[in-house]
DNA sequence: GTGAAAGCGCTAACAC
DNA sequence: GTGTTAGCGCTTTCAC
């Protein structure tokens, strides 16, 4: 299977392979000059007889461009990591660029094998990785999601969740004295991650005290998710509302009721985090805070920097609202609480 | 951020090119002789000290291997795409390659500007694919996932559902006499695809009418099928079963039914396609039927032909059980209706 | 044990 | 209008 060579194309069409090179990327050659129709014709002709595909590692190597654009999405089944290829997705088709998944793979290992003209990070919080992003930024164009990182070589982009979740809690506390959590084992770490700080501080704006027993964590997917939910709403005393870290936790946590044959939102109130769309269409339909405009605002601005890599590195942040839907409330109401204006 | 190059460690390190590239490949150069220590340790040393990674696509150009895997997942939300990825996940692990997923894509389109080691392709069936997977075999290792093609250049994963979906519909046929059937829009077409094929050849086989207006189609992903769900057990006369033709679309239709207030199996009985990890979790768990041992095997293939890509293309076959599960039967059975051992 | 050098396929000055 | 040519960063043969 002796792939053609722009040589081969040349050859063919009796060109050299500069003309095949210029032909090929459409382009009229120098200002003023161009190539002949007779040629154009001739090289396009032999480059589809041979069935010629450029290579692109020989262009990259020559142009510093890959026209790739690597996403990172640590867990792929998260309807987040499902929502970010979508938006990226639609936003790509007419930049040329190919969006590529790297899924379910820690990138401070897989990153220094591949490389993109522009890399998108969805976790990076862990202790040494704020060094290990400027290291890498040195030798590619990053775009890290993260609440706490600051930009050091590398775009970061931010979801200011934090007045919302606290709306959320104090949705939940105002009616429920019994509020459970249920997040990933990872967050009881200190300091605590902001989402389940919030679950933390909630209680204590509502005067309601701390019950471990109430705190249900899990690793990995959703499955994990669903049977820690199930264990919750199985003991003795279950709680009469989920404070759920992330959209697919607190869907995870409805099948789990509907599952245990509790109604929701009467037997128990559920909120997410993260507004997902799978989140807005479930039936009933998840209260959830989360950003506005995010996705589409991420795949816009990750196109923008693939194809602009070196402006200075710059930090985006999108506002938060807590969105009331089906369940938590019976009266679905279009209320938002809006927070205040941060989008820069 | 100019990123330094073999030229710039060996510089550093007082050594050749030749040198360095030996010493990070971790190769002892030649027959018998070997690379000394120390020069190893200052390769090293300045490796690290100048933060230096291989470009890979000049590696690429000069070896011709890009230890790539490329996935082209068509519905990526589908949980068997989800599983695809975790499976090769696993399996790549200790081969050095990375899966890279090329996602809602056209394939069509989007190859011929990518390269990888091996292709993986998961939906070939419109008219032109054929020739098109041949001709696109003579530059790129593919596995195809078909249950029509030929092999051709490429290699073909196939799961042999044939007498699984018929042993499907029988089993609803047998309790039911309204049986409805949700699948993509474009099964409609003629031939039908083997999955709605079976639909309508096990209604004959029951001695039951088609009726047109328990056919509920929708286009692309899971909320689209869930909107068709609803639609279909919202009307004056729903059915009482339903076959779906993939899982994700079955799990679709579980939560339109929980949604509507009907018991699964009680008021509707619900069917899938493919036996997804995630119907199998869910609750009630979902019948369903599909190849055993499939996404390992797919998984184990790919990375053996990513490492030897020029032995002849082979066909790939998986066979298929119906699994009887609690959104058809009350009382979950082992059985298995095993399908005629096929496996080559 | 190590270095020199050729060349993978491609692009972009520059020459004519 | 088109051809020549110098590399991009890397691997690998061959010479020392």
Redesign the interface.
Known sequence: ?N?PTIKTVAAEAGVSTATVSYVLAGRTRGQGSGISNETSRRVHEAAVRL?Y?A????R??RTGR???M?LSLTM??DPWS?SV??AV?GAVASAGI????????DWRL?I????ADVIFIDDAGRPGDAELLA?L???NTLVVFSETLEPD?YDVIRSLSGSSLDAAMDHLTAEHTRVACLTPAGSLRTPAPIRYQAYLDGLERAGQPFRPELVATFDGDE?NA?QAAVELLSSPEPPTAIYATSDFAAIAAI??A??LRLAVPDDVAVVGVGNT?QGE????SLTSTGPVGFFSGLADFLVERAQDPDSPPRILEFPWQLLLRDSTTHHPQDLLYPEREVMK
């Open positions: 299977m792939r069935g595909r290579n692109q590692a020989a990259a190597i890959s026209n790739l690597m792929l089944s499902l290829s979508r997705g190919t969006p590529m998944i790297l899924a379910d793979t897989a220094p094998r591949q490389s290291e930024s040195r030798t070589g499955l669903y099948h789990a509907q599952r769309i269409a479930m039936a009933p």
